[in-house]
């Protein structure tokens, strides 16, 4: 478990398909100072907006979570978060030049190498954990989220299709980075052809290929290539729920279960957690005191 904050030696940029937009869209990836946190900012408005990552400024829909401040939004931040969630990457300026991050393969795969690319930088301040003192569930109905206090992060999906190539499927594992980078980073997100052709006709999505996920028709996969490991559905499922956990900007060490969640029950459990004050507590390391006075970016928002 990584002690001290990290961001990265260099400036990365990358460039991939809006799916939403149909463009071109450019993201650049900064290093950033100790305790800076995670900041993303609308590159392409005059002036930027900057988005700091807070309870107040995340929200999901169905289909993707996003960051919002001010009428305007990042939309598909989950997988690039993940990545970052993943090498444990404390600092960052996010630059996005458009209202999303491209989706690229579906996967974290882009952005995990792109990070080791410009390479991980250690900083000389230490990390900050958030850890629970209580149980928080959320449930709507269909799916829940319970986070469960631990001094590790343990995730478990279980994910449900009555669907012939996905079915019911469950992933249990604790998170480090080696098990990040070969279980779940490489996993890529899945749709339904009908439902994405809705879409399409709509005008709500302008981009979009069998380039950017797995595409199912009613029986099978229809990606030429097939899956890259025969769950891949629910390991993309964890990679999401690594990602949104990241929506707080700072480690979390639980014991998750997801069972049938979404974006926005994730969102939903971050959000319910922030509300009981004394459900939990920043700690610089398991095994240590709870830190008492921090600078928590997250609430200077
Ligand atoms: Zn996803």
Redesign the pocket.
Known sequence: MELFQHTISQRVVLSGEGVVSGEEIRVELCPAPPNHGLLFERADLDPPVSILLSPKTVAATEGTSFVHKDGQRILFV??LLAALNGLAIDNLVIRVHGPEIPLFDGSAKVFVEALLSAGRRPQWSLRRYLRLHEEIAVSDGVGRVVLRPSTELKISCTIEFPHPAIGRQTISLSVCQEKFLSELSFAR?FGFLDQILAKRRSGEFRGGSLENAIILDHEKVLNPDGLRSPDEFVR?KA??LLGDLYLLGFPILAEVEAVRSSHKLHVQALQTLFTREFAWAWYPSPGRLPIRQVWAPSFAA
């Open positions: 989950e997988h997100t993309h990679l999401d």
